[in-house]
T-cell receptor, first 113, second 110 residues
Framework: GAGVSQSPSNKVTEKGKDVELRCDPI?????LYWYRQSLGQGLEFLIY????????KSGLPSDRFSAERTGGSVSTLTIQRTQQEDSAVYLC???????????FGPGTRLTVL | RKEVEQDPGPFNVPEGATVAFNCTYS??????FFWYRQDCRKEPKLLMS???SGNEDGRFTAQLNRASQYISLLIRDSKLSDSATYLC???????????FGAGTILRVKS
């Protein structure tokens, strides 16, 4: 079956531009997570969606970052006015229920010039 | 201090060797723990959960010491295919998010 997919796989943008990153979770998974991973660093939690509940946004580093999840499935992470320090791999994960194993997508490698 | 800390390595070991990784966590309220494996430029994948009683899956053994806030992973009879980064992970008090260590690099050589 299909796993978690993300698009684009690579994104190069100029400082100050907005970017949108997309995540398609595994069908039927109610929980969706966004993380980012900088070179040599562990994964940093960004945001979590569970069903129709209000998302846990406690990991978003600034108000330039936002995410939505439409119809309980696809999610979009938006970064406004990108900065060079936003360069990282952005990983999406989904799980069947809240405490279940998380399955990761291949990530989007974002480079801000 | 990072919430989950690991020795970054790299651990360079010959095939067949036994290698152990350690990890410490600072949040005593952490509820559950995992080891994920991440291959170069790939996404992390769950290797095994870590139970208080310790658990074993083939060549892999995980241990948890809550008193010392310490987690370990033992790999016996290392294979070339074990070469990867091993991420120690703690689930926070409210279960919404996983806190990842920066990973330990393992290189198994023939």
């Amino acid at each position: 079956g299909a796993g978690v997919s993300q698009s684009p796989s690579n994104k190069v943008t100029e400082k100050g531009k907005d970017v949108e990153l997309r995540c398609d979770p595994i069908s039927g998974h109610t929980a969706l997570y966004w993380y980012r991973q900088s070179l040599g660093q562990g994964l940093e939690f960004l945001i979590y969606f569970q069903g129709n509940s209000a998302p846990d946004k406690s990991g978003l580093p600034s108000d330039r970052f936002s995410a939505e999840r439409t119809g309980g499935s696809v999610s979009t992470l938006t970064i406004q006015r990108t900065q060079q320090e936003d360069s990282a791999v952005y990983l999406c994960a989904s799980s069947l229920v809240r405490l279940d194993e998380q399955f990761f997508g291949p990530g989007t490698r974002l480079t801000v010039l | 201090r990072k919430e989950v800390e690991q020795d970054p390595g790299p651990f360079n070991v010959p095939e067949g060797a036994t290698v152990a990784f350690n990890c410490t966590y600072s949040n005593s309220a952490s509820q559950s723990f995992f080891w994920y494996r991440q291959d170069c430029r790939k996404e992390p994948k769950l290797l095994m959960s870590v139970y208080s009683s310790g658990n074993e899956d083939g060549r892999f053994t995980a241990q948890l010491n809550r008193a010392s806030q310490y987690i370990s992973l033992l790999i016996r009879d290392s294979k070339l295919s074990d070469s990867a980064t091993y991420l120690c992970v703690a689930r926070g008090e409210y279960g919404n998010k996983l806190v990842f260590g920066a990973g330990t690099i393992l290189r198994v050589k023939s």
